[in-house]
């Protein structure tokens, strides 16, 4: 019942839903706030028909709740259903079962496939301006958790309910439009795996760079992410000592051995692309390895070298060297 779309539908007048597994009938009205989807209010009937008079006192009654919710919105804050997600971010979840049944009033399953979207830091945008983005995503991405955490606007998803592609399309064509960007998890099943995977998300949307695009992955900024990690936490120069012999013979004879051998590595040691992205002659290129092979001791048919000095050209990449 939770994933029938009519559910969640503004103005829409009571309507009647089966319950199989108990043999009963109910009346539904729709709840709303601020043009918010907030709950139902629902009428159990196991022995007889509603009739068009109960179908319209059922309405009349929603309409009563609804003006108690806008005269009581901070306490409709207060329990909002943004709890669950909150509990589990924040590792303060006490009753395991109950936290799954909450999940299960608004259609979600423990193992639905699930993913989390990280706005870029509200942290300098007034409460204004975020409410009205989170009221806008409320509206257009139906049966998602839109809250504010730890300074960003989160959106968790599940794609049991809404697909993965429509959403994306909706956040991308939003994000566009008032020049932001936003982080994406992978897609994951276990709701406990939330606080890890928001982690992820919240990585990607910080270390990204790219703006021709608006939704990252990790897999967009994970060389930005290693390289911020390393910096910051090595307690040893880690810089390869034969590649400091090629920068120091540049500096000497004006050459750029250095960019060539960063080169000819990402392109995997092969030669025809190589000399192609530097716009020189194969034998010249080959001239050059030969003279890098002279000046440095390298390995260069060995892995783990050749790992070891991409490394060193993305790190020399922070100081905007190479």
């Known amino acids: 019942m939770n994933r029938k779309p009519n559910i969640r539908l503004m103005d829409q007048k009571p309507y009647l839903v089966e319950l199989e597994k108990w043999n009963w009938k109910t009346c539904v009205t729709n709840l709303f706030l601020n043009s918010i989807h907030k709950g139902w209010l629902i009428a159990n009937n196991k022995s007889c028909e509603f009739s068009n008079g109960f179908h319209f006192l059922l309405e009349r009654m929603g309409h009563k709740v609804e003006k108690w919710l806008s005269l009581n919105q901070t306490q409709v804050d207060t329990y909002s259903k943004n709890e669950p997600i909150l509990e589990i971010l924040s590792d303060t979840v006490q009753d395991v079962a109950l936290l799954k049944r909450k999940l299960e009033g608004y259609g979600w399953e423990e193992r639905d496939p699930k993913a989390v979207y990280v706005l870029e830091d509200f942290e300098q945008k007034s409460n204004t301006v975020t409410t009205v983005l989170m009221h806008h995503f409320e509206k257009a991405l139906t049966n998602t958790f839109v809250l504010r955490y730890d300074g960003h606007l989160l959106i968790v998803a599940n794609f049991a309910i809404i697909s993965q592609?429509?959403?994306?399309?909706?956040?991308?064509?939003?994000?566009?439009?008032?020049?932001?960007?936003?982080?994406?998890?992978?897609?994951?099943?276990?709701?406990?795996?939330?606080?890890?995977?928001?982690?992820?998300?919240?990585?990607?949307?910080?270390?990204?760079?790219?703006?021709?695009?608006?939704?990252?992955?990790?897999?967009?900024?994970?060389?930005?992410?290693?390289?911020?990690?390393?910096?910051?936490?090595?307690?040893?120069?880690?810089g390869n000592p034969e590649l400091e012999k090629i920068k120091n013979y540049d500096r000497q004879h004006g050459s750029s051995l250095y960019g060539t051998l960063k080169m000819y590595l990402q392109n995997e040691r092969r030669i025809n692309e190589t000399a192609q992205a530097l716009y020189i002659h194969r034998s010249k290129l080959k001239y050059r390895i030969e003279k890098i092979e002279e000046i440095a001791d390298l390995e260069l048919d060995d892995f783990n070298e050749r790992m070891y000095c991409l490394l060193c050209f993305i790190l020399d990449e922070t100081d905007g060297e190479g």
């Open 165 to 238: 592609e429509s959403l994306e399309m909706r956040m991308d064509e939003f994000l566009l439009s008032h020049k932001m960007i936003a982080g994406s998890s992978p897609v994951f099943d276990n709701i406990f795996n939330l606080r890890i995977n928001y982690e992820t998300a919240r990585i990607a949307v910080q270390y990204a760079s790219n703006q021709s695009k608006r939704l990252f992955t990790l897999q967009d900024v994970v060389i930005a992410y290693i390289r911020f990690v390393i910096k910051n936490n090595a307690i040893i120069k880690i």
